[in-house]
């Protein structure tokens, strides 16, 4: 599968709870991967991740690993 094959009109977009008023990505699970996009440009660009490279990232986001990005 690649980014072509994917209908993304047919994706369960979800978006997190607490994003504040649209400012965030929205996930979305196709087939073997995890489909990423900005909430704001619904129609821009999608990146594919694959189950573990998304698990990793969710991982670290638990541990804090990236809090130091934020102002």
Known sequence: ???VDIDREA???RIAERSAGGNCVEIARAEEFIAVRNSKRPDGAMVLYTQPEFAAFL???KK???DDLLD
């Open 64 to 66: 804090g690993e990236f």
């Open 59 to 61: 991982d670290g986001a």
């Open 11 to 13: 994706l369960a977009w």
């Open 1 to 3: 599968m690649s980014l």
